[in-house]
């Protein structure tokens, strides 16, 4: 009996669990919507020759305010590598109407900031349906100080110049000192012909590295870095005919729709790179001077009124023009970090020994001895005071650059900066020599964007 119920109940249950089977449909899973990837088209262009000769770093408002920014949208590909066949694509951009288009859709944004995508794709009689935000973000990055921001020694565009050395003549005039320009082959072509600015520099070179590093988001680049350009003559006060930048930089930064009271209302710079303080030791006339001085510019050489001497005097006060030029940029400008960059070396050949700098004219030169004196009292000791006003003001201090350029220096056999009579033959004047070249640049660049690059991004 009891066997009898137990096979009976085996049966009912078999009989309900193959009703249940022949009833129950397994669970789909939902078929995933399309995939599209997205890019924010760069302000610089997709490659250094795109901004060549007159790069976007010219100072303008427009520029500096315009909130459009051209998205290219991409969602040809497939798992399989394949497009799908015979689909159609409708694309919609926050709350306007679908547009049909192809797998691939541009669309200009007037405002940055988070946006809704959606993306329909109907093949088959089949619709599927993918919606992102995508978030626009643009980072202002702003170039102040001298020749070594502005890209002196490295024009947009190397010119050619027909040279010859003293003593020559000169439309009619007779020189004994400069070298004399009998043709000009082809001009140099600069973004700022004034200040010797150009798209080679390393600030700009960075700014640009940083954008292309990240497709979703874009970089708005100025630079008004003057050569010669000092704290006093140039930031702070009038250089070449130039308004002082910090204040030109307040008013490019005010939008002249809404106007500004205040740093407050400005657009704010996420990044300013300030290079200054050689021409406030005077280090041109340095060069000169010492070039010229046949028993050496140093030591027991130095007089009272030397530049060497008034550079070891302005040495020990520039620490107070930092901080004058501090409280300038609070008072004036909208800025969420500053960056002050060390200086370039170009004293040590690859030989490890500190070179004696020629290529002057008659056969002159900065002797091995007097290039080490200048380096160990007045080049280090400058790089050594702005490391300790940056961090003392709170700002950021960009070092390890000058190490770098250890064994790359004005006589190396691969060196990184400009001779003089590389500036002479590429830009027409002296004032390019010993500046960084293309590739000292390069490696400017490179540490810049080291510590820049993912500080903007947190």
Known sequence: MRGRVIRLWVTVLTGVLVGLMSTWVPAQTPAAGPVFSWRMQDRFGTSRADFAPVPVVTPNAAYIHSPQRLVQFDACPTPSGR???????????????PVQAGCRYDYTFSTLGRHRVGLTVTAADAAAVTVQTIDLTDYLIVSLGDSYASGEGVPDVEGEFAVSFPPCRQAGAFSVRQPCVERVVRPAQWSDAVCHRSSWAGPAQAALAIERADPHSTVTFVSLACSGASIEKGLLGGHRGQTPQVDELARLLCNRTTGCSGPEQQRQVDALLISIGGNDLMFSEIITYCATSIFGCTGLHMTAQSPVTQAQQALATIG???????????????????????????????????????????????????????????????????????????????????????????????????????????????????????????????????????????
């Open 83 to 97: 497009p799908t066949p015979a689909a159609a694509y409708a694309w919609r951009i926050d709350a306007l109407p």
């Open 320 to 458: 107070s023009k930092y901080v004058t030029l501090f409280r300038a940029i609070n008072a004036t400008v909208n800025v969420r970090a500053v960056y002050l960059t060390e200086n370039a070396d170009a004293t040590v050949g690859d030989d490890g020994q500190y070179c004696s700098i020629g290529g002057f004219p008659y056969g002159l030169r900065i002797s091995s001895g007097d290039v080490a004196w200048l380096q160990q009292n007045l080049m280090l000791r400058l790089n050594t005071t702005e490391g300790t006003v940056a961090r003392t003001l709170g700002w950021v201090f960009i070092d390890g650059i000058a190490d770098q350029f250890h064994g790359h220096g004005y006589c190396a056999s691969d060196p990184w900066f400009v001779t003089y009579p590389e500036s002479w033959r590429r830009q027409g004047d002296d004032e390019g020599t010993m500046h960084p070249n293309q590739r000292g640049h390069g490696v400017y660049a490179a540490r810049i964007r080291e510590i820049v690059g993912p500080a903007l991004r947190r």
